[in-house]
């Protein structure tokens, strides 16, 4: 008997190994095929340089949908389809106009509506600034001081994280819920210190909120320079420094647009879907090259690269591009409400919104089992192509709906190096010139192997 279990044990190593060579084999494959004929490069540039812009509800966001339902269905996948949502549509209109006032001099700053805001009075809002650092602050003044100012958000990112995305989680309540705090105090107007680390003159913009029941009242990003030199005016001058600013923005009726998704149906499970996904639509200040161009573009072409080899999966592989994450996140939550009522079985959901750079890993969400065994199984596949880095974190938010009705879901994020993204996030940066060529196909390779090794193993 203790033989027996000895050769069995033997076998199962065997085995191990023999499948381990074969995905070893095969990842290389595809990462040979993306950095020698990769195309996410080739179409991130046109979905940059020749639709641009894709806001939601804009004509930009549907030729972004038109053009990227062509470009699957000419890559020959089993199904390319669409999926109707109804998205907000707010046009930023004529371009801000910001000053520092001091006695009879201005100085003119760099600012950008937050999206969602109300515009200004046609003449713009001139008053007094009362700067604050966090909810608290602005709550111990309290209305006697706050009513009638303008309220300056000012709480920088934190430096010393060594991943950037901690910085903004602990900065960014200030741009979504900023402006209903400082309402709640009778305050006019908002302007809050962009979301970034760099100190330039290029004001991030992105999504606020309002509260039904507060007063609505006009918010802007001001550019880092210009936060620390307006901070710096008010350690002086105080009382005696205005603020003056005009923003034109405004919201119009709901819009029809659509996910696109594209697939290769399963060869033995077709009922059990694999997802792969980004953001299609994108702030209004740029191209949406990193945000998210980059992870759109990439999810398509795991499909396109496991297709080239002729590879048949097992299970259903997807390629879902969200419309509306970056103020709604309507499609997101219509894609969970469709797979729902058409009873689909999602096992794992991967997400790219990260921006396009050097791959460093994957996140695995609330899976410890899951996250086990890829660290135990799966690392040494990764380590050669340096994406070996997996921990237990977030997904992404277009798939987090997903989980609700997916008991078992394996829901995981791809993660590309942190350090220049909000460099660029949300902001007239964001242009397919910062994205580079072999960053992006190494990127695309990396999601394609580990789509490969959930579609093989699926995390047992």
Same mark, same amino acid.
């Given at each position: 008997m203790k033989s027996l279990k000895l050769l069995i044990a033997f076998l199962f190593i065997v085995q191990s190994s023999i499948a381990q060579n074969a995905d070893s084999v095969f990842i290389r494959k595809l990462y040979d095929e993306a950095l020698v004929n990769g195309h996410s490069y080739q179409n991130l540039e046109y979905l940059c340089k020749q639709i641009g812009p894709r806001l939601s509800g804009s004509g930009n966001a549907q030729k972004a949908v038109e053009w990227t339902k062509k470009l699957m269905d000419g890559y020959g996948f089993d199904h390319v389809f669409l999926q109707e949502v109804m998205v907000p549509h707010w046009v930023r209109g004529d371009k801000e106009v910001a000053y520092i006032v001091g006695g009879k001099k201005r100085i003119?700053?760099?600012? &950008?509506?937050?999206? +969602? *805001?109300v515009s200004t009075p046609v003449n713009g809002i001139t008053a007094q600034i009362i700067e604050v650092r966090s909810f608290e602050e602005l709550k111990a003044l309290g209305a006697s001081v706050i009513k009638g100012k303008i309220v300056f958000f000012n709480r920088a990112f934190d430096q010393k994280s060594i991943e950037t995305f901690p910085s903004y989680s602990g900065a960014v309540n200030q741009r979504g819920q900023g402006a209903i705090e400082a309402a709640k105090l009778g305050a006019v107007g908002v302007i809050v210190r962009s979301m970034t680390h760099a100190l330039d003159? %290029?004001? %991030?913009? @992105?999504?606020?909120?309002? &509260?039904?029941?507060?007063?609505?009242?006009?918010?802007?990003?001001? *550019?880092?320079?210009?936060?620390?030199?307006l901070s710096d005016l008010l350690k002086f001058a105080n009382s005696n420094i205005q603020f003056y600013f005009k923003q034109n923005c405004k919201t119009l009726p709901d819009v029809l647009s659509y996910n696109v998704i594209g697939e290769i149906r399963g060869s033995e499970k077709p009922e059990e879907i694999i997802s792969?996904? +980004? %953001? !299609?639509? *994108?702030?209004?200040?740029?191209?949406?090259a990193h945000d998210d161009g980059t992870g759109v573009m990439q999810s398509v072409e795991v499909l396109r690269l496991l297709k080239t080899i002729n590879y048949k999966p097992k299970h259903t592989i997807r390629a879902v !591009?969200?419309?509306?994450?970056?103020? +709604? !996140?309507? +499609? @997101?939550?219509?894609? &969970?409400?469709?797979?729902?009522?058409?009873?689909?079985? %999602?096992?794992?959901? !991967?997400? *790219?919104?990260? @921006? @396009?750079?050097?791959?460093?890993g994957f996140t695995v969400d609330d899976s410890p089992k899951a996250l086990s065994y890829i660290q135990a199984n799966w690392k040494s596949l990764l380590e050669p192509y340096k994406v070996d880095d997996i921990v237990s974190g977030g997904s992404g938010a277009d798939i987090g709906p997903l989980k609700e009705n997916n008991p078992g879901i394996v829901l995981m994020e791809y993660r590309p190096d942190s350090q220049r993204y909000f460099d660029i996030h949300h902001s007239a940066l964001d242009i397919f010139e910062n994205v580079n060529r072999r960053e992006l196909e190494l990127g695309g390779a990396s999601m394609a192997a580990f789509i490969y090794l959930i579609d093989q193993h699926r995390m047992k």
């Amino acid at each position: 008997m203790k033989s027996l279990k000895l050769l069995i044990a033997f076998l199962f190593i065997v085995q191990s190994s023999i499948a381990q060579n074969a995905d070893s084999v095969f990842i290389r494959k595809l990462y040979d095929e993306a950095l020698v004929n990769g195309h996410s490069y080739q179409n991130l540039e046109y979905l940059c340089k020749q639709i641009g812009p894709r806001l939601s509800g804009s004509g930009n966001a549907q030729k972004a949908v038109e053009w990227t339902k062509k470009l699957m269905d000419g890559y020959g996948f089993d199904h390319v389809f669409l999926q109707e949502v109804m998205v907000p549509h707010w046009v930023r209109g004529d371009k801000e106009v910001a000053y520092i006032v001091g006695g009879k001099k201005r100085i003119a700053v760099p600012i &950008a509506a937050l999206g +969602g *805001s109300v515009s200004t009075p046609v003449n713009g809002i001139t008053a007094q600034i009362i700067e604050v650092r966090s909810f608290e602050e602005l709550k111990a003044l309290g209305a006697s001081v706050i009513k009638g100012k303008i309220v300056f958000f000012n709480r920088a990112f934190d430096q010393k994280s060594i991943e950037t995305f901690p910085s903004y989680s602990g900065a960014v309540n200030q741009r979504g819920q900023g402006a209903i705090e400082a309402a709640k105090l009778g305050a006019v107007g908002v302007i809050v210190r962009s979301m970034t680390h760099a100190l330039d003159d %290029h004001p %991030h913009t @992105g999504a606020m909120r309002y &509260a039904d029941d507060i007063t609505k009242i006009p918010a802007a990003a001001i *550019s880092t320079k210009a936060a620390n030199m307006l901070s710096d005016l008010l350690k002086f001058a105080n009382s005696n420094i205005q603020f003056y600013f005009k923003q034109n923005c405004k919201t119009l009726p709901d819009v029809l647009s659509y996910n696109v998704i594209g697939e290769i149906r399963g060869s033995e499970k077709p009922e059990e879907i694999i997802s792969v996904g +980004g %953001h !299609l639509d *994108s702030w209004d200040l740029a191209e949406g090259a990193h945000d998210d161009g980059t992870g759109v573009m990439q999810s398509v072409e795991v499909l396109r690269l496991l297709k080239t080899i002729n590879y048949k999966p097992k299970h259903t592989i997807r390629a879902v !591009l969200f419309m509306n994450e970056e103020n +709604g !996140l309507r +499609g @997101g939550l219509k894609y &969970a409400e469709l797979a729902k009522q058409n009873k689909e079985i %999602h096992i794992a959901a !991967l997400e *790219s919104d990260e @921006g @396009g750079f050097t791959p460093r890993g994957f996140t695995v969400d609330d899976s410890p089992k899951a996250l086990s065994y890829i660290q135990a199984n799966w690392k040494s596949l990764l380590e050669p192509y340096k994406v070996d880095d997996i921990v237990s974190g977030g997904s992404g938010a277009d798939i987090g709906p997903l989980k609700e009705n997916n008991p078992g879901i394996v829901l995981m994020e791809y993660r590309p190096d942190s350090q220049r993204y909000f460099d660029i996030h949300h902001s007239a940066l964001d242009i397919f010139e910062n994205v580079n060529r072999r960053e992006l196909e190494l990127g695309g390779a990396s999601m394609a192997a580990f789509i490969y090794l959930i579609d093989q193993h699926r995390m047992k």
